[in-house]
């Protein structure tokens, strides 16, 4: 196979020629900005898969990079066994310098500004939230696109000053308009979907375009409604899960991250494999026999 023209924690990016390329999503899984060792057997035909659910369940409301993902889709030299589920034919794109966060719920680094300045993302938020709580309205929450270290909330401003205002507030709507959509959906199978975050760019014609992955557990906080509790950080079917044993072990987020237990392993890929058939209401082998098509 050809050499990628970029390649990312999770992700490769391959030129596939005529304004196309090629995304695969490996089984790689990082944590606090670092790339683990171990890698969830199947976690990248998961987020694939859930992605493209998402891309269809949205498409009336934004268009997206989606060409093709079944194994005669590909171009041959993509028509490997070892892609099928994990691969797939999109548009090229130029990609927005931001990640369009949404934020339903006080989680993460929002609960973090919050509780230092009693703010996130330049919304001054009432007094008193509790952590998991949900918001009085979700917010608009963007961020910088890090190549190293760790993305940085800014306000809308910021992303004004940047990209224009008529670009921001098409992608405000658009963000919040697709995580509202999303949301309902998590909600009828009984998951919250605390926050999730987007990635746009531009076609050849100038057209906003939703790229990248969208509402999987990798970038979104996932938490199952029976066991969420307000004051406390639930138990999610997202990274919090990896997140949470690599602090209950003790190490101090520096590299090189340890490896994972096998226990942790096989409990990360449940979980990522029970939001697919929740959300997708199909059986994860049942996406990967249409995918091998």
Sequence with gaps: MIAPIAEGK???IYPAGAGR???????????YDAVLPTEVPDKG???NGISLYWFEATSDLVANHVIGWRHSDLPTEFQ?????GRAMLVKELDMLPVECV????LAGSGWRDYRDR???SGHRLPQGLQQAQQLPEPLFAPATKAEDGHDENIGRAEVVDLLGRETADELERLTLEIYSTCAARCAEVGIILADTKLEFGRDVGGELVLADEIVTPDCSRFWPRESWALGQSPPSFDKQYVRDHLDEIGWDHTPPPPPLADSVVSGTRQRYVEAFERITGNAFTTYMEDAAR
């Excluded at 390329?21 to 944590?31: E, F, G, K, N, P």
């Excluded at 490997?80 to 099928?84: A, G, T, Y």
């Excluded at 949404?102 to 719920?105: E, I, N, V």
Aim: glycine share 6%; proline share 0%.
């Design 10 to 12: 999770v992700r490769e």
């Design 21 to 31: 390329l090629v995304m695969v999503t490996s089984d790689r899984i990082s944590a």
């Design 45 to 47: 035909r998961i987020l």
């Design 80 to 84: 490997d066994e070892k892609l099928i």
């Design 102 to 105: 949404a934020r339903g719920y």
């Design 118 to 120: 009693g703010e996130t």
